[in-house]
């Protein structure tokens, strides 16, 4: 009876929230109990689950890296019951937190490679924090580049974070908008992910590509990345099944024999391919 | 596993009964009410039917509540403060009634909510209640626990299995130390149990098809869409079958109150159409014939693959209850048949 | 993030008196979302109002809750100082705690507990509030007026005289409509074609009108100030632009027995025909049913003596689409006829007629070019009997209502025949006199009086013949309920004003609503007396309820004024509070399941009906969509809705939950 | 129970019952503050299932009020609200819900004295009724 | 062959429809829905007393709309279903036929109007038994009838079987799904299963055919058929409506009478 209940959230006060594309936010959270947060270890690829006290839980992953500690970091969309109440609050509010669940992106596995990262629309979250705990140890990894796609310029999110990684001369990022949602000023590419994906061509010798986005997405990156030779096993993208309990228990996320909340969220191709279409 | 018999008379079993209501433990059993005969807190044997084949829904509810407090919390001027439970109050049960086929399924929910992470409330509740089965003398069509590793006389998963020996008489076996506790002081009610005989009071319950094969058969189905459609094609998407089940343990949480509020834990349903629904309008399984199919996989080929454990004790409760006749012992054997 | 700023109003000491506004202030502060809490001596002042809009800019409000007066009262005010400070207007409430709270309750504790509650529930409310927008409609700038008697001919000409196009599409070959037909007008006996011709002219004249005669409506889409009317232009079997209207075809047709329209049956016309001399336009028309030709294939002797060439028998109906943005209906009414009244031998005796004939009979331009005369034998009669409320206020007969004209014409009949008849014995059998209007008591008063006509106050129970007689069987009510019998030579009944045959088909094509009796209703019978609930489309004169001259030519009027102000705009703003159904992404699109149930229960036919369609064009769903045009924000739709698909702005499901939950919440505050 | 002070939503129409009430307040007439109002732009707007929520939320009384019939300013509204409430109302009582809780009427703009004296009968009636703990006790039910 | 059955092989013999809704043999002896889509396959058809499913409920399942055109053995209420979806917009005419077995001779429905027409001749009131037994439980006390309820929705579980037997709950998105506000608490407690019930049994006010698969349905056996006699028996005697009788009639609770009752509104 020791064990803490696997119910029972952390509660994280909000220091600062910031508002990334409309409808988006980001809330940084610290523990307030800072006993707990000195315990609290996560790595990258995991989640948690974010609750506002009387309206209920959701999944979010870790969008902030595990090199940057205490704090942790979730971006959401305000679509249902508990995002909007989470996009009600403000800093200094108390909000739940359960995790971190899940496993986490190899990255260790990819010291000495080439990584390209392919993200779409408000996926980019789970990718941001693999991407700044790999710019953090930068000098593991060879080259780094970024494919980031959303609807229009106004649902990029991270601007401020795309802007700092544009001006590095160690990573090659490259954004792109749904045809009919760009700017005047516009400077990206203007088309969907995949066909960007395709124009570009990145090598695929010696590299690890992972990719988030809806599964619209998933679903026409998978064959470009497979003409463009990379490997199954070395496509890495995160699921992002609806999810209750996060710990194995409710069922909901149960995809073939994975549990994506236990087994998950991190998959390779090789597994997907494995996997009922049901994610 | 060997047990320790005694037999003990129909009287004697009804002050048993009450001495445990005087202790302040709670009796879940089998009453009858019209023509249905289901699970129902009791206070005497009495109220208790003995004589059904089987209950709408399981015993389940014991362990896993239709809807249960995980904790309450109350939220006013910018704090939040978080009230555990207090697992320590939660009351004594006494399951009493229940059948061999649903002891087997808490070994199930045992596996599902202590699958690596223990679930505290639910492992709380499990040690304060203890599973009185009674064997079963009579089935119906429905019943096929002798296809999935049990018997109508099976004691695996029981504290104490009673077989009525039809004479007056019950035979009890006493199959754990959570049972022998249980009598510990009630001793004088029993006699010597040994040399009875419950085989021949039990009932026939024949082999409907080789578990060995349904798993195979369910890979080789698995894109057969066709098939799964044909299948669940009167199947409306209710839950029934999953709430009357005793091995089912999907579940939602759900928040209610405002300043002062409670978080909640209650059943839920692969069944529905909105189980997996993402708020985005994309659902997983958008297709009735999927949500059968994962019913079906989970049960037979996910969990005994993941958990060890098979997610089916043939208790036929959900083709009972459904309301369109969906008979999961006649789909299990067309798969099962189903010609490589 | 809700940053809600709530300010207390003293209301000088309207509300301090008895409410504690510095506890309001400091427990609505309390309140969760809340971020600025003040109060005040007057908050609707300029300092008030200044306190408010720093507040905004300063502490950068998402929502403003004033605690004052009714919302009927200042919301516009604080909406309007909202805006000013950059705050979407309609994220601001009024929590009402002067009328509802400090004026009608006694100082205390319960009063301030109140108060607080209603703050909390504003706050509540106010979260959940949502910008909007104000709704923007274009406006087609072509009123069409359908209808061409008295209150088409005076709506039009008032719409056209401001400026704006006008389409009157009237289905008789000439406008006029039954003022045309009348002899005297009351209560002044000047004559009706005296004052109404030179109006018709000015609609075949003014360069703003385009008239549709001998035409009907086919149909009506759209929505206000977007409608497109569909006119169907029945065949005169004429080239309009060749004829010249010189009446040689009609001196010519050989069929000339054909009962005129005109004349209510007792005159006679010919197949070609225009019915009466004044007509506008004054081009005949060919009956078809009549016309020799038409019924033997022989004939054509109008087209042989049209100097012009204009006869055309093969000419078709022709369909002429418009593009308007408001619509008059001025469809006017019928009188009931044939076997209504079996027991006054209505339809069996020549003698009894009704008063539209009388009308045509007392006529300079009618069958007896003005002597009154039987119809039967022509004999000048010398008793003639009234009959007032021939079918109206006769429950019995399914007619409840007056038709409210009758006493007025009535009296004029009697005194017309009087002053034609000088022997003359009139009589008028009647409930009560309804003379309410100016001069017209006065007018009643002089046919009873200066010409003696007899009023008899009881029903006629029947009439019958009696040697060449027309016994009619009264009771005198006013005389211990007397039995009458009045040997008379004519008997002309008032009979129930009543809706035109085609009102309820007409109204459905406009999908606007009528009464039980086919009437068309109003949007509100005290305060929008020329509107019908479908936005844009406006009434005048007897097609909304029997009406006399005047009162059609206001309400014509009044219409015209209605479709001036909404031309007066090249878009329609109005309010956004209304009603929205739910759309989201594919693949859902909508959570409507289009049971419709919504659609009938809308009041303004505001909920339409889209079709979803895939990318290859198939049909995914059928759901509803609210106009904004027409939707006045009632929201009974919503209460309808089983999937909440449908909500109303301002009024949300989310802003209502949550002010009863908020309201309620008090004992959790006090916990 | 002398010291039970009723809690009483009124949910009411914009334009008769709301500004009745207002009507009430600049008259100056004096009535019991156990009831607030909740403001709607129509009875036909009112969903029965804000009534649950209200009684689920602790009300002991209810008060739906809107224009008389013919007077609605949306001209049908209130007819289709009553035709909800007959059904509705029929139906709580069937359920064993004691429909004396709520209290329907019509209460036009003109009508300050009748809104007073509605809602002191009605307060008064609930005071007698007592706190409506058939309905509260339901809360927490069937939770374990 | 029975005559349903010849008439079934008829109708997919001629693909005049792919698939015939009918009743076939199920577990214990009892009736269960099958859907033939083969000539040969006729001879599966029953009709009997154990067929009591209303079988409309499959018209609105999407997997069994694209099937094709169906044809569909009918039950009175089954008729009266049809009618109540046309009125609700939600299937078309021409889109399916309704078989009508009877002892002689398939009487065969292919259009609203026929539908009209036979239902006309039917009874569509309650039976008496039926109206006997809303009298009695209406005699009882208010606080019998709460207690009765109170015990009956204690037991319910959510599972959602009378929405899903339902045929006139096709909602893809039913008010207790609806969470923004959240209208109906998810969990099975009794607060909830009341606030449920109330709600579905005013959803199908003015519109429920009184076809008794919600009771059939459920499993723990709660009266439902009860709430929705209620209903119907009001909707008639208040405002004279019935559902089901007309393809095209509107719903009793979205039209009204100027005169209709209020002597509870003061």
Known sequence: MNARDVFKPFLMRIEQVTEEAPDVRTLRLVFQNEDEGRGFIFRTGQFGEYSVFGEGECTFCIASSPTRQGYIECTFRKAGRVTSALAALETNEIVGFRGPYGNVFPIDQWQGKNLLFIAGGIALPPMRSVIWNVLDLRDRYRDVTIVYGARTVADLVYKRELQEWAGRD?????????????????????????????????????????????????????????????????????????MKCGVGKCGRCNTGKYFVCKDGPVFTFAQLQEMPQEY | MESEKRSIGREALAELISQWRSAGKRVLAPKRSGDKVDFAWVASLEEISLDHVQTVQSPKAALFPRVEELFSFRSADGRVEVRERDLGALPETVVFGLRPCDAAAFTALKAIFNWDSPDSLFSARLARTTLVAVACSSADEYCFCTSVGGGPGAIAGSDILLTDLGDGDFLAEIVSEKGRLMLQGAEALFRPGAGREKERCLARVEKAFDLEKVDPGLARRFDDDAFWAGQSLRCLGCGACAYVCPTCACFDIQDEGGITGKRLRCWDSCGFGLFTLHTSGHNPRPLQSQRWRQRLMHKFSYMPERQGVLGCVGCGRCSRACPVDMNILEHIRAIAEARP | ????????????????????????????????????????????????????????????????????????????????????????????????????????????????????????????????????????????????????????????????????????????????????????????????????????????????????????????????????????????????????????????????????????????????????????????????????YYRTGKCRLCEKVCPTQAIRFDQQDEIVEADVGAVVLATGFDIKHGDFFPEYGYGKYRDVIDGLQFERLASASGPTLGEIRRPSDGRVPETVVFVACAGSRDPAKGIEYCSKICCMYTAKHAMLYKHKVHHGKPYVFYMDIRAGGKMYEEFVRRAMEEDGVQYVRGRVSRIFERGGKLVVKGVDTLLAARPLEIEADLVVLATAGIAQPGAEELAQKLHVSYDAHKFYAEAHPKLRPVETNTAGIFLAGACQAPKDIPESVAQASGAAAKVAALFSQSELVREPLIAVVDRQAPPVYSSCVGCFLCQSACPYQAIEKEEIRGRDGQLLKTVAKVNPGLCQGCGTCVAFCRTKSIDIQGFSHEQVHAEVLALLNRGERDA | MPDFEPKIVAFVCNWCT???????????????????????????????????????????????????????????????????????????DFLGIDVRRVQFSWVSAAEGAKWAQLVNETAEHIRGLGPFTGYQRLRGLGVE | ????????????????????????????????????????????????????????????????????????????????????????????????????????????????????????ALDSDLSTAEKAELQRFTALGLDERRRFWEEQFSRCLKCYACRAACPLCYCTRCTVECNQPQWIPVPAHDLGNLEWNVMRAMHLAGRCVNCGDCSRACPVGIPLYLLNQKLVSDVFTGFNSRSGISARSDNALSTFKPNDPEDFIR
């Open chain 1, 170 to 242: 160690d990573v090659k990022l490259v954004t792109t908008v749904d045809p009919g949602g760009e700017t005047p000023d516009w400077q990206g590419e203007i088309g969907f992910v995949p066909a960007v994906l395709d124009k570009l061509a990145p090598a695929s010798h010696d590299t690890v590509a992972v990719v988030c986005g809806p599964p619209v997405m998933i679903k026409f990156t998978f064959p470009v990345l497979a003409r463009l030779g990379f490997a199954p096993g070395d496509i890495y993208t995160t699921l992002e099944n609806r």
């Open chain 3, 1 to 292: 993030m809700a940053r809600i700023g709530v300010f207390i109003c003293h209301c000088g000491e309207n509300i301090s008196a008895t409410v504690d506004v510095m506890k309001v202030a400091a427990e609505a502060a309390k309140i969760p979302g809340v971020a600025h809490s003040v109060e005040y001596k007057y908050m609707c002042s300029d300092p008030g109002q200044q306190l408010v809009k720093n507040a905004i800019r300063e502490k950068g409000l998402t929502g403003v809750v004033v605690a004052a007066c009714s919302p009927r009262m200042h919301e516009p005010t604080f909406r309007r100082a909202c805006a000013e400070a950059g705050l979407n207007p309609f994220l601001c409430e009024m929590a009402n705690i002067r009328e509802h709270c400090s004026w009608v309750h006694e100082k205390g504790d319960a009063t301030t507990d109140k108060a607080i509650d209603i703050v909390r529930t504003l706050v509540a409310k106010v979260k959940k509030n949502k910008a909007l927008q104000p709704i923007k409609v274009p406006v087609t700038k072509v009123a069409m007026v359908i209808g061409g008697g008295i209150a088409g001919i005076q709506a039009s000409l008032d719409i056209a005289n401001a400026g704006h196009q006008v389409i009157l599409v009237e289905k008789e070959p000439s406008i006029g409509g039954h003022m045309s037909q009348l002899s005297e007008t009351f209560p002044t006996l000047d004559c009706s074609q005296c004052i109404l011709t030179p109006r018709m002219v000015e609609v075949a004249q003014h360069l703003n009108i385009t008239l549709f005669s001998y035409a009907e409506l086919e149909s009506l889409d759209g929505f206000i100030g977007n409608f497109k009317a569909r006119i169907r232009k029945k065949a005169r079997s004429l080239d309009e632009k060749l004829c010249t209207g010189c009446g040689l075809c009609t001196q010519k047709c050989p069929s000339r027995r054909i009962p005129s329209e005109f004349d209510a049956g007792l005159g006679l016309r010919p197949a070609i025909y225009v019915p009466f001399p004044q007509a506008v336009p004054n081009k005949p028309v060919i009956d078809r049913e009549h016309c020799t």
């Open chain 4, 18 to 92: 709301y500004a009745g009430a207002d009507l009430t307040g600049t008259s100056r007439m004096k009535y019991s503050p156990q009831v607030a109002i909740i403001r709607f732009p129509c009875t036909g707007r009112i969903d029965f299932m804000l009534l649950l929520k209200a009684f689920a939320s602790g009300a002991d009384g209810i008060i739906v009020s809107g224009c008389h019939p013919n007077d609605c300013h949306y001209s049908s509204g209130n007819f289709h609200a009553r035709r909800r409430w007959i059904v509705f109302r029929g139906l709580l």
């Open chain 5, 1 to 120: 062959m029975s005559a349903l059955q010849e008439k079934a092989r008829e109708l997919l013999a001629s693909a005049a429809v792919q698939v015939v809704i009918g009743y076939g043999r199920g577990s214990g002896g009892a009736a269960r829905a099958v859907f033939i889509r083969e000539a040969t396959k006729a001879g599966d058809l029953v009709f009997d007393g154990t067929c009591l499913q209303n079988l409309a409920v499959y018209l609105m399942k999407p997997e069994v709309r694209k099937l094709g055109k169906a044809a569909l053995v009918v039950r009175p209420a089954t008729l009266r279903t049809i009618l109540q979806l046309a009125a609700e917009n939600q299937i078309a005419e021409n889109s399916l036929l309704a078989l009508v077995p009877s002892a002689e001779e398939i009487v065969l429905l292919a259009t609203f109007a026929a539908i009209e027409a036979h239902v006309a």
